[in-house]
Every structure is written in C-alpha cells, then in structure tokens.
T-cell receptor
Framework: QITLKESGPTLVKPTQTLTLTCTFS??????????VGWIRQPPGKALEWLAL???????RYSPSLKSRLTITKDTSKNQVVLTMTNMDPVDTATYYC????WGAGDYWGQGTLVTVSS | EIVLTQSPDFQSVTPKEKVTITCRAS??????LHWYQQKPDQSPKLLIK???QSISGVPSRFSGSGSGTDFTLTINSLEAEDAATYYC????????FGPGTKVDIK
C-alpha cells in the first residue's frame, strides 16, 4: 500500500525559504520508472507542477520556478525534500507530493496548506 | 514549455447524461496524457493514464482517447458522485497540467 504525506510549516513570511518534506511508504525510490513530484494548488485555482525527482536522481523543474526550487531525495529515509526560496504571498497554496510511475501520478498525498504572510 | 488547454471550463450536466471534456496540447505529446478527478477538499485521483489506459478501481464509465495534440475524456452515464473538477496532465516534456474543467450536477 503506497502512501505519501507532506509536512512542513503552515505559515511562512515573505522572503523566507520554504522547506517541505514528503515522507512515503510502500515503494522504493530506487525502482526504475518511479518518481516523486511536487504540485501546488492556490485556493480555488488549478494544479501547478513544481518539481520531480526520478529513481536515478534525475531532477526536473518547472521552467517558471526553476531558479527558486531544489528537490532532493533520501532513499534510506523514504523522503523527498523540496525547498522554495524567496516566498511571496502569491505562493500561498496547498502543496502536494505524488508518486509517479512512468509519468502518471497514481498516488497523491493529502496536501499541506502553506500560507505566506507577514 | 508545453501548454495544455481544456474545454469547456465548466459544464452543468444532468445524471445519466454523457460528458465529453477535451484537452489540447500546444505540440505533439504522443500518448503521454493523463486525466485526474479532483473533488472539493480532496487530492487529485488518477482516472486514465497514457490517453486511454484504464486504472484499476476506476468505474468503466470513464474512458479516454486521442493522441498527438487532441485528447478526450468521456464520462458515460454521469452519476451524481462524478461532480468534480477534471484535469489533464502531460508527461512528454517536463510536466504540465491543464486549467481544469468543472463538472456540476443539475
């Protein structure tokens, strides 16, 4: 049974760096074809893909946010960490992590709401 | 960057009616197109992968078709529980999600 859960601060101040952790179980991030990605959704708006890390440590980023994002994995801890620098109120959103198998997001976490406000 | 557009933005439908949602890619993506359903306050759920491949546990009234730049999600005989927002997602070149189509029940 595959599960993922996001954790991190619920409130960050403008200009601060956000660090989110995705802790997963039921699969290995060393398995060919597997990736863990981050997707966010501002309140009442659409899904926006942020970043993805593959089983072979290949990393991909949204072009519009690439300069602000870093994704890493700790296979031994079954965790994927996303950092986003220079947070702004427009970054207020629910942040999801998801398991991707050859590109399809078949398992998603429950999401965590991050509010950016001073 | 590949851009996905969806139509319609919103659709109000009566139960048992057939629903068709389209997704168009700004360039050819082969069959690397997936469909998700998101109900209010829930995480997205994968409905169809690679344009037309069914997902275990998803009702058979959901089906997908298309390739290249034009794709369709069809819901045959809509049920009240299908009220949700539907998103397409491409994995051909990086990832992109479509803007979503909200389906409401009359």
């Amino acid at each position: 049974q595959i599960t993922l859960k996001e954790s991190g601060p619920t409130l960050v101040k403008p200009t601060q760096t956000l660090t989110l952790t995705c802790t997963f179980s039921g699969f290995s991030l060393s398995t060919s074809g597997v990736g863990v990605g981050w997707i966010r959704q501002p309140p009442g708006k659409a899904l926006e893909w942020l970043a993805l890390i593959y089983w072979d440590d290949d990393k991909r980023y949204s072009p519009s946010l690439k300069s602000r994002l870093t994704i890493t994995k700790d296979t031994s801890k079954n965790q994927v960490v996303l950092t986003m620098t220079n947070m702004d109120p427009v970054d207020t959103a629910t942040y999801y992590c998801a398991h991707f198998h050859w590109g399809a997001g078949d398992y998603w976490g429950q999401g965590t709401l991050v509010t950016v406000s001073s | 960057e590949i851009v996905l557009t969806q139509s319609p933005d919103f659709q109000s439908v009566t139960p048992k009616e057939k629903v068709t949602i389209t997704c168009r890619a700004s360039q050819s993506i082969g069959s690397s197109l997936h469909w998700y359903q998101q109900k209010p306050d829930q995480s997205p759920k994968l409905l169809i992968k690679y344009a037309s491949q069914s997902i275990s546990g998803v009702p058979s009234r959901f089906s997908g078709s298309g390739s290249g730049t034009d794709f369709t999600l069809t819901i045959n005989s809509l049920e009240a529980e299908d009220a949700a927002t539907y998103y397409c997602h491409q994995s051909s070149s990086l990832f992109t999600f479509g803007p979503g189509t909200k389906v409401d029940i009359k």
